[in-house]
């Protein structure tokens, strides 16, 4: 009896599965020098906090204004930079579905280490309720190109015209506590910013509001596979028991000249949708 019990628990763990990539199925470098030379550093759940280890020499909450670098609190990289002609592919231990239900139709999220330029110096104990955004509004970032399969090997399918991972909308991990003037609740991997919002939204203001803009999302730039090109949609075989199309690879390459950088990747909403 005991032995069933712990097998039902093994199973139970198995299905639940988990909301971001757990494997990286192919490699190809360039990548960066240490720490960002490892690609099996965008797994699991966006960066949290950062340790500074040149200017400070002190945790970093990860932010719309402070992209992951460097390590975390335990010492572990945080991303990994693509060089010229490199790319990695990653897969999910679920399909991911095409779900018009996810919030703005949106089925999966690629976290960068993108930031917002600001009007300040960005310090560990900045009040993000004073610090504002330059204006116009600016990101420092690159283009990281997304493509998607339901097999590692093909055929893969792009998303041409955008968007592209490393840019809109940075990481940002937690809520801003204006009464406290610290950060608070950690926000929400899972849900994706509103893709109607434009860069020239976030002109000038504080990195408070601009976080309220976010809606409880922690950031990232989000994907619906309704963007592929029809042709390319259609190609996509649809479950048996659901009717929805879906991926399960996904490939993240570099374009632009300067490196792009990745954090991790998230299926929107519950688990295998």
Not at 176 to 193: C, F, H, S
Request: glycine letters at 10%.
């Amino acid at each position: 009896m005991r032995n069933e019990w712990i097998i039902g628990l093994v199973l139970a763990a198995t299905a639940v599965g988990s909301d971001f990539a757990t494997v990286v199925v192919q490699s190809k470098g360039p990548f960066g020098t240490y720490p960002y030379d490892q690609p099996s550093a965008v797994l699991g759940e966006p960066t949290s906090w950062i340790y500074d280890d040149d200017i400070y020499f002190a945790p970093f909450a990860c932010s719309l204004v402070y992209g992951a670098w460097n390590t975390d609190l335990r010492n572990e990289r945080t991303v990994v930079t693509l060089g010229p002609g490199s790319s990695i592919v990653l897969g999910f231990d679920h399909r991911v579905a095409d779900d018009m239900n996810n919030p703005y139709g949106i089925d999966f999220i690629v976290f960068g280490n993108a930031a917002f330029i600001t009007q300040g110096v960005v310090r560990p104990d900045s009040d993000m309720g004073a610090l504002r955004l330059s204006s116009p509004a600016a990101v420092i970032g690159e283009k990281v190109k997304v493509e998607v399969a339901q097999d590692p090997n093909g055929p893969w399918f792009g998303f041409s015209n955008g968007p592209f991972a490393d840019n809109l909308f940075p990481t940002n991990r937690f809520a801003w506590n204006n009464e406290g003037k610290t950060w608070g609740q950690a926000l929400d991997p899972l849900r994706p910013v509103n893709p109607n919002l434009k860069l020239s939204d976030f002109s000038g203001l504080t990195v408070a509001q601009a976080i309220e803009l976010y809606e409880g999302a922690a950031g990232g730039t989000g994907f619906d596979l309704r963007w592929l090109a029809p042709q390319d949609f259609e190609q996509l075989r649809a479950d048996d028991q659901t009717g929805r199309r879906w991926i399960q690879y996904i490939r993240l390459s570099s374009v632009s000249p300067l490196a792009g950088e990745i954090d991790a990747v998230s299926d929107v909403a519950a688990c295998g949708d």
